[in-house]
């Protein structure tokens, strides 16, 4: 089932971007990737990615807000995991758990990098098949 599934991952870290992509491509999704969220602006103002991994600081410190902002204004059933280390950089501490939070978030699940592997693929299962 897996492998007609498209997986957006954004992530500036390019080496949080390949390890992301090793696991989802072994798990049989395709993955168009970003490196930025205006590279990613680019590629969903012309395709639709089954489900979206988008990293919080990039170009700015809020690039992912703003790109799971616009993801779900295009595309409003699109799952979206939002990636971060925030926390242990700034002290910042928040979550998507509850629908409050997720109404400002717009992501649907957020996981704490460095992300294991089993941990990514069971959110994406439970995210793509509620």
Request: hydrophobic letters at 45%; a negative charge; aromatic letters at 4%.
């Given at each position: 089932m897996s492998e007609n599934i498209t997986v957006l991952i954004v992530d500036d870290d390019l080496d949080a971007l390949e390890y992301e992509q090793i696991i989802l491509e072994q798990a049989g999704y395709k993955v168009?990737?970003?490196?930025?969220?205006?590279?990613?602006?680019?590629?969903i103002a012309g395709g639709?990615?089954?489900?979206?991994?988008?990293?919080?600081?990039?170009?700015?410190?809020?690039?992912?807000?703003?790109?799971?902002?616009h993801i779900k204004k295009k595309y409003p059933a699109t799952p979206i995991i939002m990636l971060t280390c925030v926390e242990s950089e700034t002290g910042i501490e928040f979550d998507a758990a509850t629908r409050e939070e997720r109404s400002w978030v717009k992501a649907d699940a957020l996981?704490?990098?460095?992300?294991?592997?089993?941990?990514?693929?069971?959110?994406?299962?439970?995210?793509?098949?509620?």
């Open positions: 168009a990737r970003a490196e930025s969220r205006a590279e990613a602006e680019e590629w639709k990615p089954d489900i979206a991994l988008v990293d919080l600081m990039m170009e700015t410190p809020d690039a992912g807000f703003v790109l799971c902002h996981l704490k990098k460095p992300v294991r592997q089993e941990q990514l693929l069971r959110e994406m299962t439970r995210l793509l098949n509620p």
